[in-house]
């Protein structure tokens, strides 16, 4: 994904108050390696449980989701429904978004099974073992990374 500022990055959060936004504790977006990213997603440092993500959508807008991590852990071997990876190097946890707008307000809230540290866009450019001869791994890798790009730009608009 292409370089976010501080401020369009807390401009871009469609699910949080204005409180909510103020109180978020930020990556240090200076050593983001944004090349390596389909979106940025990070845990908040001081409240527990909560988590964001800063997705671009296809139209190259920018949609920023809190998310609220469920108490209990899914069952084991969850698959993230982001990256969806088969060799998942790390925890998969259940996080609710709250919806934008009134709906929102009222409570309704959508959720998601995704890598507890959104190692998402890193387990997509693990280039992939060759499932058999002739395999084109880099062709599978390209098509993981716009996989998952689909799959959180669809998550960011149904928020
Ligand atoms: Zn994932």
Known sequence: MLPVTTEALRASFVNASRREVTDMSLPDLDTVAWEDLTFLGW???KTARRAYAVVPTLDGDLVGLLFRQA?????SRAQCSWCQDVTLPNDVVFYSAKRSGPSGRKGDTVGTLVC????CSRNVRRTPPPAYEGHDAAAARLRRMEDLQLRVAAFAADV
């Not at 108490?71 to 069952?75: H, K, L, Q």
């Open 43 to 45: 845990r908040d440092r």
């Open 71 to 75: 108490e209990a852990s899914p069952r």
């Open 116 to 119: 507890q540290d959104f190692q």
